[in-house]
């Protein structure tokens, strides 16, 4: 069974910083790709970062590039997600998400993870 457990998740102020972790288990994560996907309220889940296992590959959408930054310790297995320059849009549920895509290789499509964190609040305000 993989679980994926979100941590780092709070209230920031415009313009500061929050580091996201998600730390894996269950299984050995070789060639899985990890991704973190945002929810804000009313809104549809937003995929924002991934990076494939051996980290060559990351990808951000155009709504976090130049201000997130996604890395990974795969001998801890675990994701992090550094937020700089954070915005009160930025406001929303992060979840962490696994699946096994290649060692080289990430989605930027939601539905092809099928392990997910429960999620961490990250609020922003202005």
């Known amino acids: 069974q993989v679980q994926l457990v979100e941590s780092g998740g709070g209230l920031v102020q415009a313009g500061g910083s929050l580091r996201l972790s998600c730390a894996a288990s269950g299984r050995t994560f070789v060639g899985y790709a990890m991704a973190w996907v945002r929810q804000a309220p009313g809104k549809e889940r937003d995929l924002v970062s991934a990076?494939?296992?051996?980290?060559?590959?990351?990808y951000y959408s155009d709504s976090v590039k130049g201000r997130f930054t996604i890395s990974r310790d795969n001998t801890k297995n675990t994701v992090y997600l550094q937020m700089d320059s954070l915005k009160s849009e930025d406001t929303a549920v992060y979840y962490c998400?696994?699946?096994?895509?290649?060692?080289?290789?990430?989605?930027?499509?939601?539905?092809?993870?099928?392990?997910w964190g429960q999620g961490t609040q990250v609020t922003v305000s202005s």
């Open positions: 998400a696994a699946d096994r895509l290649g060692r080289n290789y990430y989605s930027t499509r939601g539905y092809d993870y099928n392990y």
């Open positions: 990076i494939s296992w051996s980290g060559i590959t990351t």
